[in-house]
């Protein structure tokens, strides 16, 4: 079993930014890859990042390269998403997940575990 906790969503107006993270505990020293979901009112769940086990591969939705970073700190167990030249559109609940893949895939049905979510506003 792994649990995550994720955290660091708020409210930030246009342009702003934030970084959000997603504490990871219980099984952690298996190969976990782990990616960052996010849902707004309405709308499906959407994937945005994703983070091989090793950190060597990243991959992004197309709507947030260059604005978005997704890291990883092997020793904190932590999973960073970066936010920056954040839009009203990116306004969502986000979730991290995690799956025993070595690396990272935009399918969320592949992921096992998940957040709880952090609620992300983006004021225009």
């Known amino acids: 079993q792994v649990q995550l906790v994720d955290s660091g969503g708020g409210l930030v107006q246009a342009g702003g930014s934030l970084r959000l993270s997603c504490a990871a505990s219980?099984?952690?020293?298996?190969?976990?890859?782990m990616g960052w979901f996010r849902q707004a009112p309405g709308k499906e769940r959407e994937f945005v990042a994703a983070?091989?086990?090793?950190?060597?591969?990243?991959y992004y939705v197309e709507s947030v390269k260059g604005r978005f970073t997704i890291s990883r700190d092997g020793a904190k167990n932590t999973v960073y998403l970066q936010m920056n030249s954040l839009k009203p559109e990116d306004t969502a609940v986000y979730y991290c997940?995690?799956?025993?893949?070595?690396?990272?895939?935009?399918?969320?049905?592949?992921?096992?575990?998940w957040g709880q979510g952090t609620q992300v506003t983006v004021s225009s």
């Open positions: 983070i091989s086990w090793s950190g060597g591969s990243t």
């Open positions: 997940a995690a799956t025993p893949r070595i690396t990272g895939t935009r399918e969320g049905r592949l992921y096992d575990y």
């Open positions: 219980g099984r952690t020293s298996s190969r976990y890859a």
